[in-house]
């Protein structure tokens, strides 16, 4: 796609659900990233992709966040036993191999009740 | 792992006048310093970028300086116009992460 892809656009969910979000990055990009904003803050890194793998997920607040890439290119981040401090844009970025611009997704608001 | 710092928090300028926002980062491996522009419930988009081996760079009415002896940064917007309006961001690399700054809100006044 011309790109990053994120669905859906806004979720609300009750506490202790179960959510998945999605990113389509753009094609034959290499490397994927998740960020969290929450209201009046910068972007704050939680994972990042090369390829298949997970090489830095320092970012990950707790075990209830999981992201994967299987195949290389769509990410899906998990998030298990939702909080309401989980409340939050949820952004992808991608970013080819001889590029370091890093082009955002809209984003998926998240709404934990 | 990297700090990023980032002054003021928000600024109102009259339109036509110059706006400045800075940026302080804390690792001096870092290499990469772009500047986002985030209006309301849109995506941060990429506006400028500079590298570490270059001291200035322009494009059009929107300069950003680097100091890497200081560590820091600054975004200069010339002629503000009401679409300037919007939250900036800072961000610092020196590998593959970029780490962000709070962001500034800029209100420019018609």
């Known amino acids: 796609g011309a790109g990053v892809s994120q669905t859906p656009s806004n979720k609300v969910t009750e506490k202790g659900k179960y959510v998945e979000l999605r990113c389509d990055p753009i094609?034959?990009?290499?490397?994927l990233y998740w960020y969290r904003q929450s209201l009046g803050q910068g972007p704050e890194f939680l994972i990042y992709?090369?390829?298949?793998?997970?090489?830095?997920d320092s970012g990950l607040p707790n075990d209830r966040f999981f992201a994967v890439r299987p195949e290389g290119s769509v990410s899906t981040l998990k998030i298990q036993r939702t909080e309401r401090g989980d409340s939050a844009v949820y952004l992808c970025?991608?970013?080819?191999?001889?590029?370091?611009?890093?082009?955002f997704g809209s984003g998926t608001q998240l709404s934990v009740l | 792992g990297e700090n990023v710092e980032q002054h003021p928090s928000t600024l109102s300028v009259q339109e036509g006048d110059s706006a400045v926002i800075k940026c302080t980062y804390s690792?001096?491996?870092?290499?990469?310093f772009p500047w986002y522009k985030q209006e309301l419930g849109k995506r941060p988009q990429l506006i400028i970028d500079?590298?570490?081996?270059?001291g200035e760079k322009k494009d059009q009415r929107i300069a950003v300086t680097l100091n890497k002896t200081a560590k820091h940064f600054s975004l200069h917007i010339t002629e503000t116009q009401p679409e300037d309006s919007a939250v900036y961001f800072c961000?610092?690399?020196?590998?593959?992460?970029?780490?962000f700054g709070k962001g500034t809100k800029l209100s420019v006044i018609p």
């Open positions: 970025a991608s970013i080819g191999i001889y590029l370091e611009k890093l082009f």
């Open positions: 094609s034959g990009h290499t490397a």
């Open positions: 992709f090369q390829g298949t793998g997970a090489a830095d």
């Open positions: 690792d001096s491996a870092s290499n990469y």
């Open positions: 500079i590298r570490s081996n270059v």
């Open positions: 961000a610092a690399s020196g590998s593959y992460q970029l780490t």
